[in-house]
C-alpha cells in the first residue's frame, strides 16, 4: 500500500528534503532525486507509521469502549428493592 499525501505537501516536502540536503549533507539533492526519494520514503516505511497509528487508535478505543459500561450501567432487578426501600420507609 503506497500512502499517497496531498499534492501541496507533497511539493513541501520535497522542499523539506532538499533543505535538509544543502544544510546537513555535502551535496544537494535536485527536485526529481528529493520527489524520488519522498516515493520510496512514503512507499517504504509509510505503512510502518501508518499502521502504527491504526494500532493507537485501536488501543484507545478499545480503551473507551470498556469504559462505556462503567459510564451507562443499570443494576438488573431493581423494582423489589426499590418496593422494600419504601415499604421500610414508611
Do not use: C
Not at 526519494?37 to 487508535?57: H, S
Amino acid at each position: 500500500m503506497t500512502i499517497e499525501i496531498p499534492k501541496e505537501a507533497r511539493q513541501q516536502a520535497i522542499t523539506s528534503i532538499e533543505r535538509y540536503f544543502r544544510e546537513n549533507m555535502e551535496e544537494p539533492i535536485g527536485n526529481i532525486a528529493a520527489g524520488a526519494l519522498l516515493g520510496f520514503f512514503l512507499e517504504e516505511i509509510g505503512p510502518l507509521v501508518y499502521n502504527r497509528a491504526v494500532a493507537e487508535v485501536q488501543e484507545r478505543l478499545q480503551s473507551r469502549i470498556s469504559e462505556i459500561d462503567l459510564e451507562v450501567h443499570e443494576d438488573e432487578f431493581q423494582y423489589w428493592r426499590k418496593y422494600d426501600k419504601q415499604k421500610k420507609g414508611r
